[in-house]
Nanobody, 115 residues
Framework: QVQLVESGGGLVQAGGSLRLSCAAS????????MGWYRQAPGKQRELVAS???????NYADSEEGRFTISRDIAKNTVYLQMNSLKPEDTAVYYC?????????WGQGTQVTVSS
């Protein structure tokens, strides 16, 4: 069973930055893609950013330019650098890893942005 462990969440003021980390128990190149999703209270979970096995990245329109997804293959870790944070970025952020026949989720990390 694949395990994904997120870290790096916390409380930050508007305009600040955070870097989230997602450590996988398996080589991240074995996944078709890995991504970060978020879910705010009362809202559906939504994609923030993803990175494919080739390294190609994809961002939600609202985050492109502020957020950067990256990976360290040697560490089996994917990162989400979040800059210029806004109160509306407040949510639980989840790491996801996807294979053709399976999808895995981390436990989530809370990000709270104060105004």
């Amino acid at each position: 069973q694949v395990q994904l462990v997120e870290s790096g969440g916390g409380l930050v003021q508007a305009g600040g930055s955070l870097r989230l980390s997602c450590a996988a128990s398996d080589t991240i190149l074995s996944f078709n893609a890995m991504g970060w999703y978020r879910q705010a209270p009362g809202k559906q979970r939504e994609l923030v950013a993803s990175i494919g096995s080739t390294g190609r990245t994809n961002y939600a329109d609202s985050e492109e330019g502020r957020f950067t997804i990256s990976r360290d293959i040697a560490k089996n870790t994917v990162y989400l650098q979040m800059n210029s944070l806004k109160p509306e970025d407040t949510a639980v952020y989840y790491c996801n890893a996807r294979r053709t026949v399976a999808s895995y989720w981390g436990q989530g990390t809370q990000v709270t942005v104060s105004s």
